[in-house]
């Protein structure tokens, strides 16, 4: 079945340590994205990308950094330098046709201490 | 810039009950608009979506229809179930790409 994995579900780091999310997709997509989560915010853009060796930043891109260096795989680098890191980050993905819909993974949920 | 506003959470109903979440948008061009659900512990899937003004988008008993004089898309379902619990996010794409503008999230829960 195609779709997105994203791993691990959940994870936990120490303050200061940077963090890589994983994001797979088998679905053939040129254009990734990740969000952020948080309560009672909806979901914030944090970079996406729409070819492989390309990415742009999206609205709260400060702190993070990603690579497309294939099309399956958009992992996102959570490093120290993001203030508030503890959040529930979901990838996604989308086929390129106007109006088709983002498919989504089931996210990973980051708690810093 | 675009943005979407949904109406306030969270929303408890019983099983059976009529149920509408109110959302509003406000965009410079011509957006498509979609409802997302998102269950416990999972990622976003699209519920339904409206493409052009007046246009109704519907699935499992939930519609919405876009409304471009009232720059509204309210989702609505005549009979919620038990099921239906969950955070639905309206959000609009003011491009051809899948760059979405969500609204805050609006949780449901439906006792029996």
């Known amino acids: 079945d195609g779709g997105i994995t994203q791993s691990p579900k959940y994870l936990f780091r120490k303050e200061g340590q940077n963090v890589t999310l994983s994001c797979e997709q088998n679905?053939?997509?040129?254009?990734m994205y990740w969000y952020r989560q948080d309560p009672g915010q909806g979901l914030r853009l944090i970079y996406y990308?729409?070819?492989?060796?390309?990415?742009q930043k999206g609205d709260i891109a400060e702190g993070y950094s990603v690579s497309r260096e294939k099309k399956e795989s958009f992992p996102l680098t959570v490093t120290s330098a993001q203030k508030n890191p503890t959040a529930f980050y979901l990838c996604?993905?989308?086929?390129?046709?106007?109006?088709?819909?983002?498919?989504f993974g089931n996210g990973t949920r980051l708690t810093v201490t | 810039g675009d943005s979407v506003t949904q109406m306030e959470g969270p929303v408890t109903l019983s099983e059976e009950a009529f149920l509408t979440i109110n959302c509003t948008y406000t965009a410079t061009g011509y957006p498509s608009l979609f409802w997302y659900v998102q269950y416990p512990g999972e990622g976003l899937q699209l519920l339904l979506k409206?493409?052009?003004?007046?246009d109704k988008g519907s699935n499992k008993g939930f519609e919405a229809t876009y409304r471009k004089e009232t720059t509204s898309f309210h989702l609505e379902k005549g009979s919620v179930q038990v099921s239906d619990s969950a955070v639905y996010f309206c959000a609009l794409s003011d491009q051809s790409y899948g760059k979405l503008t969500f609204g805050q999230g609006t949780i449901l829960t439906v006792h029996p």
């Open positions: 996604a993905s989308h086929g390129g046709q106007h109006n088709s819909p983002l498919h």
């Open positions: 409206a493409t052009k003004a007046d």
């Open positions: 990308s729409q070819i492989v060796n390309d990415f």
């Open positions: 679905l053939n997509h040129d254009a």
